[in-house]
């Protein structure tokens, strides 16, 4: 029995009730990727796993492989983020990156830099400033996107490959990136990037957290950086779900 136990770190990304008193988590790992497991009993009053196993917990777990779902045998907290739970906008700021991270990642596909983002913005999440939260999202959504494959193209034109200028640019979501003045506006489906929010852009996704956490943003480069990031995941992730359709499709046929 003994073999088929292994321990892990883990972030709890969801849960749902299973059965009377069992629960169903999602939990992102450092090494396994993300894992689905079955922690019995946690909602009796006497569970003592109950309070390791919270929403957003970083813990240590101990899980025994079953058959058809994983069971958790033991948990213990790491590192419960508690100022997470202290107001509404953290809270619901938390339920956003387990979220983006759930919808991003796959199962048994072990991802480190995901787990590290993830737990590093769960930590500036809870302790940060308004201001810091607001740019611990946007960077961990802009590094999300960059590992899992979906970097936006922020300094070359993603029509004709040219270096891009400090000028009034384009924005192409479907393409996945900036065009040049000359390409932008042919393209029906190209917004126009004001030079503010691209270079608000190209700093998160370039520099290190330390140099950013100081940044103070004017509010229309807040909203307009927010907007394009949002736009862009949203039709990241729509592509994403249709590219595992058709997979699941293809594989069934
Ligand atoms: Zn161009």
Redesign the pocket.
Known sequence: MNDRLFNTDAIILRRSDFGEADRLLTVFTPHRGKLRLVAKGVRKTKSKKAGHIELFTHASLQVATGRNLDILTQADTVQAYRALRDDLDKISHAYYVTELVDKFTEEHDPHYPIFELLALTLARLADGSPNEQFLALRFMEIHLLGLTGFQPQLFL??????KIEPVENYFHISRGGV??????QNHPHADPIPLGTLKVLRFLQTRPWEQIAGVQLKADTRRAVENLLLRYITFTLEKKLKSVDFLRKLRKG
């Open positions: 034109c993603v029509d004709c490959g040219k065009m040049c003045p000359d390409c932008g």
